[in-house]
């Protein structure tokens, strides 16, 4: 299985701050044959499911604010959000689609400092 | 507007089965796979399977392969999740979740509200 690990596990961010997840991935999830990174990244509030926020590692989702950004390529990826606003609180994780089981990471706990 | 709507919570017992019912729509249902994750209390999602809405096509995560049964009713525009066998282990909220495509991309653009499964002796 791929193992998926974010960093850190909670992060504290000023409002308008930029706030930066990271996600690394034990192996690759560039696929060579179409140059796509299969890799999404998730909003989940308390008491919600999952949101879809990106897939394919950058391609934001219809609705989802532009400060919400995500870059990297192969094994290692990055969620920015560029100014945090009071409702981005939330836990935020990676998942690869590259391979069956699909994998997430562990969750990155974003809250106001 | 597309919606997943789970059926409500369930209390097992060890060895028991249970069967989560998904309800689609404001889509075409045979048109999306569904799949099915849990989250476990304090443990990451966890991805179960898929169910290929319109051929009825099912791939299961090793972990659970002979453990849980997925299928579908296209009248019904519903997906079942059905796990058997079941120890503390097993309790968690369980979500089914729409692919975006017909044929698994495995990610996940809409989800269920969760339905929580207890499992206690």
């Known amino acids: 299985d791929i193992v998926m690990t974010q960093s850190p596990d909670s992060l504290a961010v000023s409002l308008g701050e930029r706030a930066t997840i990271n996600c690394k991935s034990s192996?690759?999830?560039?696929?060579?044959?179409?140059?796509?990174?299969?890799l999404a990244w998730y909003q989940q509030k308390p008491g919600q499911p999952p949101k879809l926020l990106i897939s394919?590692?950058?391609a934001r989702e219809s609705g989802v604010p532009d400060r919400f950004s995500g870059s990297g390529s192969g094994t290692d990826f990055t969620l920015t959000i560029s100014s945090l606003q009071a409702e981005d609180v939330a836990v935020y994780y990676c998942q690869e689609y590259y391979r069956t089981p699909y994998t997430f990471g562990q969750g990155t706990k974003l809250e106001i400092k | 507007q597309v919606q997943l709507v789970q059926s409500g919570a369930e209390v097992k017992k060890p060895g028991a089965s249970v069967k989560v019912s998904c309800k689609a729509s404001?889509?075409?249902?045979?048109?999306?796979?569904i799949h099915w994750v849990r989250q476990a209390p304090g443990q990451r999602l966890e991805w179960m399977g898929w169910?290929?809405?319109?051929?009825?096509?099912?791939r299961y995560s090793q972990k659970f392969q002979g453990r849980v049964t997925i299928t579908r009713d296209t009248s019904a525009t519903s997906a079942y999740m059905e796990l058997s066998s079941l120890t503390s282990e097993d309790t968690a909220v369980y979500y089914c979740?729409?692919?975006?495509?017909?044929?698994?991309?495995?990610?996940?653009?809409?989800w269920g509200q969760g339905t929580l499964v207890t499992v206690s002796s």
């Open positions: 169910i290929n809405a319109g051929n009825g096509n099912t």
């Open positions: 404001g889509y075409t249902f045979i048109g999306n796979t």
């Open positions: 979740a729409r692919d975006p495509r017909q044929y698994d991309s495995g990610y996940f653009d809409y």
């Open positions: 394919w590692a950058s």
């Open positions: 192996q690759s999830v560039l696929y060579s044959s179409n140059n796509k990174n299969y």
